[in-house]
């Protein structure tokens, strides 16, 4: 059982930058790999950000590629997404999600049904 809980949201101007934190409970965090997900009023669920076991591999969403990067701590346990030059598109509710990973430690998911926990999340807005 892993427990995510989120941080570092808010409201952010054009252009401005944000650190979201996601904090995970147990101590086998590093036995799964990791990613942020956003949802949008309206909107499906999208991927955003993922990264492998031992915090070697990532992947970004095209739409976030050069602005947007994930890192984990495994020692605190804890995954981070720095977001840099944000648009009111990046508006939406920000989710960490963990995936069991106990075979590879190279690899990285990016659709959301390989995740089994998923965070409560933490509101980014980015106004105009």
């Known amino acids: 059982q892993v427990q995510l809980v989120e941080s570092g949201g808010g409201v952010v101007q054009l252009g401005g930058s944000l650190r979201l934190s996601c904090a995970a409970s147990g101590r086998t965090f590093s036995r799964y790999a990791m990613g942020w997900f956003r949802q949008a009023p309206g909107k499906e669920r999208e991927f955003v950000a993922a990264?492998?076991?031992?915090?070697?591999?990532?992947a970004n969403a095209d739409s976030v590629k050069g602005r947007f990067t994930i890192s984990r701590d495994n020692a605190k346990n804890t995954v981070a997404l720095q977001m840099n030059s944000l648009k009111p598109e990046d508006t939406a509710l920000y989710c960490c999600a963990a995936a069991p990973a106990y075979v590879s430690v190279t690899r990285y998911y990016t659709a959301p049904r390989e995740y089994d926990y998923w965070g409560q999340g933490t509101q980014v807005t980015v106004s105009s």
């Open positions: 990264i492998s076991r031992s915090g070697g591999n990532t």
